[in-house]
């Protein structure tokens, strides 16, 4: 029996893994990854490392086995999730793994903005596997905006279009965490949790926590939609991904990641880490 993790190259993944081995030896690992240079890190702590892509259904051939626990983490490509997420959930019911844990959205079918369609479809397809699940409804990254904090500063404004809604984020690593304590514990067995960060912040107050941080006044910049599209598309992003960050931003005004049901800290065991102490981090990383 292992522990697996898919995606464990990306951002959340990697820490995953991390936490996982602050609780147990790296033998119990295992890290699913597209392309083993990218892995190599992780093979040097010991974990061992399969090559498998969502993609390509044959490659999720043998990589688990029967008890295994496993965390499934979607993927990035929208439009192929469901597809992919629907091969991973194939493989792990022919293993006959212990317990498939998802990072699903928060809110799960209460969501409505685009990006949550897939991640709902997800829930329903492995909740008809029959495979034991566990739901992990993450809700917004810090970093989604802490992320942005050397154009933030450039432009002098924080912009999105989520009006005055609030969203009540939390730290990768915080998601990470509970991760590692759902696959390392136990009782998690077709469990649900609605994962968010203690405090629900509104835009104006991350534009107002930023200014003080800087020392410089940074508004925050409501846009329509449109518009806010169209700035992401002439700054570069993709047309799906662009509309799909503003469909998220209606989602915010509309109130839908703005939970605070307290299931992330109560799976830490400690109060999620506020925002400000993630844009301190991120700042610090800044060039300066
Ligand atoms: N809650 C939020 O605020 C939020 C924000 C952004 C994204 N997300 C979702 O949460 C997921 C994890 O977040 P993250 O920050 O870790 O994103 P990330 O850094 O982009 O990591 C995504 C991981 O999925 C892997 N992956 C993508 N397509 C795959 C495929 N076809 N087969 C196998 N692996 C595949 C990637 O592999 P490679 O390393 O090979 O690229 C990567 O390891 C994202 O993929 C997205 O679905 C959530």
Redesign the pocket.
């Known amino acids: 029996m292992s522990i697996v993790v898919?995606?464990?190259?990306?951002?959340?993944?990697r820490l995953t893994v991390e936490e996982l081995l602050r609780r147990t030896a790296p033998d119990n690992i295992v890290a699913?990854?597209?392309?083993r240079a990218?892995a190599a890190g992780l093979a040097a702590r010991g974990v061992r490392i399969e090559i498998?892509?969502?993609?390509r259904p044959e490659t999720l051939d043998g990589v688990f086995a029967a008890g295994d626990r496993v965390l499934l983490?979607?993927?990035?490509?929208p439009g192929q999730r469901l597809t992919?997420h629907r091969a991973v959930i194939d493989a792990a019911r022919e293993a006959g793994v212990g317990l498939l844990a998802y990072?699903s959205v928060l809110g799960g079918p209460a969501a409505t903005f685009s990006i949550a369609e897939e991640h709902i479809a997800t829930e329903q397809a492995l909740l008809a596997s029959g495979v034991p699940y566990c739901l992990l409804r993450?809700?917004?990254?810090h970093e989604?905006y802490t992320g942005a904090l050397a154009t933030t500063l450039k432009i002098g404004a924080v912009v999105g279009s989520a009006g005055g809604g609030r969203v009540a984020s939390a730290a990768?690593r915080d998601y990470a965490e509970a991760a590692a304590v759902v696959l390392t514990g136990s009782g998690h067995d077709n469990a649900v949790y609605e994962l968010s960060g203690d405090t629900a912040w509104t835009m104006a107050e991350y534009a107002a926590e930023v200014s003080r941080q800087t020392g410089r006044h940074i508004p925050y910049n409501d846009l329509p939609h449109d518009a806010y599209v169209a700035l992401m598309v002439d700054a570069g992003v993709p047309a799906l991904g662009a509309r799909m960050v503003a469909d998220a931003d209606a989602g915010i005004a509309r109130g839908e990641l703005a939970a605070t049901p307290g299931d992330l800290s109560r799976l830490l065991g400690r109060p999620t880490t506020p925002i400000a102490e993630s844009i301190a981090e991120a700042l610090k990383q800044l060039p300066v």
């Open positions: 898919t995606g464990a190259t990306g951002a959340l993944g699913l990854a597209r392309d990218k498998a892509d969502y993609g983490i979607s993927g990035n490509e992919q990072t993450n809700g917004w990254y989604n990768r």
